[in-house]
Every structure is written in C-alpha cells, then in structure tokens.
C-alpha cells in the first residue's frame, strides 16, 4: 500500500509541475477506496479493502483544423489483505484528431499498455498495442452518427498461446428530441484472433472468435432536474469455440482474457438509471444493472469436475447502487469531484465456484489540473 501511494505522490508531482510551464498541458487523477463484503467476486465471499487510483498527463496543440496529443496514464489496484493481487498498469498514448465540415471530425491513434502484477499473478502480465481510426460523420442536426474501427495486439509474457489480434469495428447514432430525449444506438462488431489455436473442451483447432454487440439506450428528464436513462444490449457470438480458462479463481480486475472473457458467452443485459441534481452542485444517482449470460462451456462444481446434468454454464447477475457526488472549484481554480457510492451484487450461477453475493462501499475523488 505505501508503495502504491508513493507511486501516486511521485506523478502528482510531475504532473502539476507542467502547469507553471505552459496552459497545453492537462492533468487528471483520481482516488478510491472501497470495503468490499465480497472482494473476490465468488463463492468464498472473502471481505478486504480495494484501493483504485489513476493519474494521467496529457500535452495538447491546437491548430486551425488540427489537434494533436501525448499522453501518460498510471493505474493502480492495491488489496489490503491480498496483496497477491497488486497490480499498476502504464498507458502511452498518441492521437491526432482534424476538423471537418458540419462539425465532423476524424480521428486516429496508437496506444500502448503494459500490464504489471505481483510474482505470484505474473500469468496476468501483458504487452498491448493498439491503432485506431474513427470519426464524427458530418451530417445536418440533430442525427449524429459515429463510426470506427480498432487493431488490437496483445501479447502474454507467461501464457504466449494467449497471444491474440482484436479487430473492432463499431457504428453509433445519436438521435435528440425536442422534449430532451435523447435515443442512443451502437452495433460493434469484434473479432479475436489467437496467434497459437486454443484447445477447449470441444474443439482443439479454434483459432478465434467473434461477438456482435447492439446497444439500444435511452435518457429523458421526467420532471425539474430528475432525469432517467435505461438500456438494453444483447451479444451474440460467432466463428470458434470461446476461450475457456477453468481452474483459476476471479479476482477483483475483470477486463483480462483469464477472467472474464468477454467472447466465452452469449448475453441479454438491462439497466436503468435515475438522475437528480440537488442544490450546490450535488448529484444523486441510483441504478440497477441485469445481466442473463450464458457459456459455452459445462457448469462445474468446486472441484473443477462437470455436474452430472452437464448442463453449459449460466449466470444471472443482478446489481443495486446507489451513488451521491458533489463537484466544487477549489480556491486555485482546480475543478474536483467528491463521491461516495454503495453497490449490492449477486450472481446466481449453477457453477458452484461463481455463486455468490457481496456489497462495497466505495468513497472516491476525481480532480482535473
């Protein structure tokens, strides 16, 4: 933990240091901390503190039509208790983005990630680098309509046939009424592609797979300063076998190939979130999130062994939260926002490991410099 935030003071000061030097540099840093009933995310229900924080720093120009960018971004998880699961990740990013006619713009990037965990997890560490290409259709008002398209490489330093090429193409329109409504359409497409064939339960030739993800959403205020958004999303998936890792434990970061495989199911999501701006700046939010999932792959017991129905795996996930933050100016002009937050999850499942329950109560602040 004392490590983590010396990590954290040493880039704040970095990061502050460039704006006595010039107003093209931007900053942004945030902290959390939370109590988690559940930190772990299965059926131990194993309590701990989380600390999330990120930094990042950013040098902009600006010219007539174009805009260009370099940024630095460090984020860090840090467990009291299991401290087997620190890790930091480092992002370098560059992006030029050009103006077009009727407000358009396209925009273009690399990235690159490198992802750095305890000696005990370094299965989990990787290399990442990604290209991107998207732009802002110019079209009259109010229709707006985006579209883009994303390579991504990531490389395993432990695990090489984890190895895979991403490719991403995704397509959004925005549609606004003259009530407020505003109604929200993407369709992405994604394909993964394992350098080294993946053998699972039923195929040992599968080389990639592929998901097809609509999102439908839609806001509305429905009285003075209390507004409502709700969604719906489905994925679908196509091409191989999903990639299936049995045998490890989840943990609290999700957005690896190990733990939470986007590809490996199929799913039906809803939400709705309510929204009330309050007097001096403090904002309520309360929202509810579902999720019915379902893998390709047999549900297990606690031993690793198929059930007897050797029925595939599902999950039905269910989250309550509610959220109150207030945004403030300090006195040199630095815009921050305060927040604490209570979630309630449960995943009832018919693979005995991912059947559980657990709450968080989360206290954090963002800043921008």
């Known amino acids: 933990m004392q490590r983590f935030i010396t990590i954290l003071r040493g880039l704040a000061l970095i990061a502050l240091f460039p704006l006595t030097a010039s107003a093209e540099w931007q900053s942004a840093a945030s902290l959390s901390s939370s109590v988690e009933s559940n930190a772990l995310r299965n059926y131990t229900s194993y309590s701990d503190i989380v600390t999330e924080g990120s930094l990042s720093v950013a040098h902009q120009w600006n010219w007539p039509s174009w805009k260009g960018s370099l940024s630095y971004t460090l984020n860090a998880v840090s467990f009291a208790d299991f401290a087997e699961y620190n890790y930091h990740l480092h992002t370098f990013g560059a992006t030029a983005e050009h103006q077009l006619v009727h407000d358009g713009w396209v925009r273009g990037g690399v990235q690159a990630k490198m992802r750095i965990d305890r000696e005990i997890y370094n299965l989990l560490d990787y290399s990442e680098f990604e290209a991107f290409l998207e732009a802002k259709m110019p079209h009259e008002k109010p229709l707006t309509v985006f579209a883009g398209y994303t390579l991504r490489k990531r490389h395993y330093i432990m695990l090489d046939e984890l190895d895979n090429w991403e490719h991403l193409v995704y397509g959004r329109l925005n549609l606004p009424f003259s009530d407020g409504t505003t109604v929200n359409l993407l369709s992405e497409v994604a394909y993964k592609n394992y350098v080294m064939p993946i053998a699972s339960s039923s195929s040992s030739n599968g080389a990639g797979v592929g998901q097809w ?85 047999p549900a297990l017991d606690l031993a690793g062994n198929a059930l007897p129905d050797a029925n595939a795996r599902t999950d039905k996930e269910s989250r309550w939260w509610f959220k109150v933050e207030k945004r403030f100016t300090s006195a040199g002009n630095i815009p921050f926002n305060l927040y604490a937050k209570y979630q309630w999850m449960q995943n009832d499942s018919n693979d005995e490991y991912y059947q559980y329950r657990g709450s968080a109560v989360i206290a954090g602040v963002d800043v921008e410099f």
């Open 213 to 297: 993800v609509t999102t439908a959403r839609l806001s509305r205020p429905i009285a003075e300063r209390l507004g409502l958004m709700v969604y719906v999303r489905s994925r679908i998936n196509f091409g191989d076998d999903e990639l299936f890792v049995s045998g490890l434990s989840t943990n609290h970061v999700s957005e690896n190939d190990l733990y939470d495989d986007r590809y490996s199911y199929e799913s039906r999501e809803y939400g709705a979130m309510l929204s009330r701006q309050l007097p001096h700046a403090v904002t309520l939010r309360a929202g509810y999130d579902y999720a019915d999932k379902r893998f390709g792959q």
